[in-house]
Nanobody, 126 residues
Framework: QVQLVESGGGLVQAGGSLRLSCAASGRTFGSYAMAWFRQAPGKEREFVATIRWDGGSTYAGSVKGRFTISRDNAKNTVYLQMNSLKPEDTAVYHC????????????????????WGQGTQVTVSS
């Protein structure tokens, strides 16, 4: 059974940085895409970034240039480095993984992801 556990959230002032981690277990980590989504109160879950099994990545326009997704296959962990944080980045951040073995497509819809972590709260104060 695939399990994802996020960590690294917290309270930070606008302009600050945070690094989120997501530890995966239950299958061959390095063969599947990983993604980060976020959900603010009263809003739908929103795509943030995804990284393919080969390291290719793509980002939502709202975070491009500020956030960086990376993965360490030896540690079964995906990271989200968040810089220049803004109050509108405040949300619960979830990591997710799909079931497309060594897929080449960048999936940005939450419907394409089968496994989710419980989320970690990120709050950015102005």
């Amino acid at each position: 059974q695939v399990q994802l556990v996020e960590s690294g959230g917290g309270l930070v002032q606008a302009g600050g940085s945070l690094r989120l981690s997501c530890a995966a277990s239950g299958r061959t980590f390095g063969s599947y895409a990983m993604a980060w989504f976020r959900q603010a109160p009263g809003k739908e879950r929103e795509f943030v970034a995804t990284i393919r099994w080969d390291g290719g990545s793509t980002y939502a326009g709202s975070v491009k240039g500020r956030f960086t997704i990376s993965r360490d296959n030896a540690k079964n962990t995906v990271y989200l480095q968040m810089n220049s944080l803004k109050p509108e980045d405040t949300a619960v951040y979830h990591c997710a993984t799909d079931s497309h073995y060594r897929g080449w497509h960048f999936y940005t819809s939450p419907d394409e992801y089968n496994y989710w972590g419980q989320g970690t709260q990120v709050t950015v104060s102005s």
